[in-house]
């Protein structure tokens, strides 16, 4: 099995910053694309950004130029910056990983637990 580890969440103001981070571990043969989605309250999960193995980006237009998405791969690893936040950008932020496990030849999706980013004055 697999785990998603998330840690980096908390309360700024609006205009801060904020940096998520995403640890995978378990029987894990390699980590191919990884991402963030969000969903605020009463709102459906919403795509945030995505990176390749090859380290190539796509990001949603709501936060193009103010986040930046990266990949540790030696330690599984996918961290969200965060700047200029707004407070619409309130909402608990879920990591995902494509993984193949050990033994098999084709990669499956693993969620994180999710943390909460609060923006308010």
């Known amino acids: 099995q697999v785990q998603l580890v998330e840690s980096g969440g908390g309360l700024v103001q609006p205009g801060g910053s904020l940096r998520l981070s995403c640890a995978a571990s378990?029987?894990?043969?390699?980590?191919?694309?990884m991402g963030w989605y969000r969903q605020a309250p009463g709102k459906q999960r919403e795509f945030v950004v995505t990176?390749?193995?090859?380290?190539?980006?796509n990001y949603a237009g709501s936060v193009k130029g103010r986040f930046t998405i990266s990949r540790d791969n030696a330690k599984n690893t996918v961290y969200l910056q965060m700047n200029s936040l707004k407070p619409e950008d309130t909402a608990v932020y879920y990591c995902?990983?494509?993984?193949?496990?050990?033994?098999?030849?084709?990669?499956?999706?693993?969620w994180g637990q999710g943390t909460q980013v609060t923006v308010s004055s």
């Open positions: 995902n990983a494509d993984v193949t496990v050990l033994g098999d030849h084709f990669p499956q999706r693993y």
């Open positions: 378990g029987s894990i043969f390699r980590v191919s694309a």
């Open positions: 990176i390749a193995g090859s380290g190539s980006t």
